[in-house]
């Protein structure tokens, strides 16, 4: 079935769909937001000025696939270039060009290249792929792992019949948060923040900072840069 040419003239990504206008007419039509779910084009959110073929089916369009994009603007593109070389002064390299990272980071990309290098090179404490964290049985064991290098003999347990963990050494217990199955970092919480006060204690360099959904062990300035750049949404107080 032949493919109409569109034009992108509003986009809402809070309620995740896009308006197109058939080139030459009148009369606006909805299309999923991310081409990719109808085809199998990179998973960029579409932007106005944007060019796109598909399949008029009444008032919405099908599979969507692109004709052009427009460019992000050059100060971000410009930003990440600061970015990757900054990145590189903390033994961080990044396999794609700033161009490609700002598209992705303005396109709000489902596959963004920064963050999936990033989460392949710093440690995080959850590990979404294995399962969720209250079922995770590895969570505590990989947390005492990672700290190793910096608290030599550090074990966290959790106590039988109470909502706390047991630190070693030391013997010092912590309370865990009141967190839900939707938000289970509100459970980890308070165990991170002392950890990380041991952390300081020790003169470690590395602290676990949060992030929207999880924590990163990273430098705090290495953090304070990706949230400067926004890679990395804004820190809790």
Do not use: C
């Not at 598909?54 to 930003?79: A, D, Y």
């Amino acid at each position: 079935m032949p493919k109409d040419t569109f034009s992108v003239v509003e986009v809402n990504p809070k309620h995740g769909f896009a308006r197109l206008r058939l080139e030459g007419a009148e009369g606006l039509l909805h299309a999923p937001l991310y081409p990719e779910e109808e085809s199998s084009q990179p998973p960029l959110q579409l932007k106005e000025g944007d060019r796109v073929t598909g399949q008029r089916r009444g008032q919405s369009v099908t599979g969507v696939e692109w004709v052009s994009r427009v460019e992000p603007p050059w100060e971000l593109v410009e930003r990440m270039g600061e970015l990757l070389a900054k990145l590189e002064k903390w033994e961080l390299r990044i396999p794609a060009t700033a161009f490609d990272l700002a598209e992705h980071h303005w396109r709000q990309s489902r596959a963004d290249p920064l963050h999936l290098e990033l989460l392949s090179q710093l440690p995080t404490f959850f590990d979404w792929e294995l399962s969720h964290p209250y079922e995770d049985a590895s969570l505590l064991e990989r947390l005492e792992a990672a700290m190793q290098p910096y608290l030599p003999g550090f074990q966290v347990q959790p106590l039988k019949g109470r909502s706390a963990f047991l630190l070693q050494p030391g013997g010092v217990e912590v309370a865990a948060g009141e967190g839900t199955r939707e938000a289970p970092g509100t459970t980890f919480a308070p165990l991170l923040m002392k950890v990380d006060s041991l952390l300081e204690g020790a003169g470690a360099p590395v602290r676990w900072v949060p992030t929207e959904e999880d924590w990163i062990l990273a430098p705090p300035g290495l953090a304070d840069l990706l949230v400067l750049h926004g890679v990395l949404g804004p820190r809790p107080a």
